[in-house]
T-cell receptor
Framework: DARVTQTPRDKVTEMGQEVTMRCQPI?????VFWYRQTMMQGLELLAY????????DSGMPKDRFSAEMPDATLATLKIQPSEPRDSAVYFC??????????FGPGTRLTVL | AQKITQTQPGMFVQEKEAVTLDCTYD???????LFWYKQPSSGEMIFLIY??????QNATEGRYSLNFQKARKSANLVISASQLGDSAMYFC????????????FGKGTMLLVSP
């Protein structure tokens, strides 16, 4: 049963530290999405890749966030420096084509 | 303006009863897709059902069906014969074909199923 995997599942860090979240999309999927979920804002799209190329990262604060796909099996989301307002659950999702998005279990980030 | 509106913050239903979760959407695209996801307390997002804007039949997946009313721009999720395991947050989402095929989510509805 293929699944999107995300590491770490939980991360607690101090303000100012760098945070890197990793996602392994389902093999064969060519689209990868990063979402952030908070109680106040709900689910927000941060970045979107198709065939490893970033197509939309308009939802991402550019000064501190960066998203990359070094290869087809790995997507990363980095925050540097982290701030308390970045505390959220970060989801990665992957799919084939436009009608499917399978979500990973999420990374719960707490920035103190 | 919100693109996806879920007006019910919470819904209660008794086991074995049917329940309808409301979703209205706003788009000027002719071609778009509508999705429902379930998020149980464990946190994962589980895809439930998809409806394309050109699909003439309402989508069904087991106990889930989507009541698609295009003129009213509504895409309500109907869960028949509720089970205790259906207790979760439910999110409606839309993909507009004019964009990069990303999903815009509603705020969600919390469904609680009681015995």
């Amino acid at each position: 049963d293929a699944r999107v995997t995300q590491t770490p599942r939980d991360k607690v860090t101090e303000m100012g530290q760098e945070v890197t979240m990793r996602c392994q999309p389902i093999l064969g999927h060519n689209t990868v999405f990063w979402y952030r979920q908070t109680m106040m804002q709900g689910l927000e799209l941060l970045a979107y890749f198709r065939n490893r190329a970033p197509l939309d990262d308009s939802g991402m604060p550019k000064d501190r966030f960066s998203a990359e796909m070094p290869d087809a099996t790995l997507a990363t989301l980095k925050i540097q420096p982290s701030e308390p307002r970045d505390s959220a659950v970060y989801f990665c999702a992957s799919g084939r084509g436009i009608n499917e998005q399978f979500f990973g279990p999420g990374t719960r980030l707490t920035v103190l | 303006a919100q693109k996806i509106t879920q007006t019910q913050p919470g819904m209660f239903v008794q086991e074995k009863e049917a329940v309808t979760l409301d979703c209205t959407y706003d788009t000027s695209d002719q071609s778009y897709g509508l999705f429902w996801y379930k998020q149980p307390s464990s946190g994962e997002m589980i895809f439930l059902i998809y409806q394309g804007s050109y699909d003439e039949q309402n989508a069904t997946e087991g106990r889930y069906s989507l009541n698609f009313q295009k003129a009213r721009k509504s895409a309500n999720l109907v869960i028949s014969a509720s089970q205790l395991g259906d207790s979760a947050m439910y999110f409606c989402a839309m993909r507009e074909n004019s964009g990069y095929s990303t999903l815009t989510f509603g705020k969600g509805t919390m469904l609680l199923v009681s015995p």
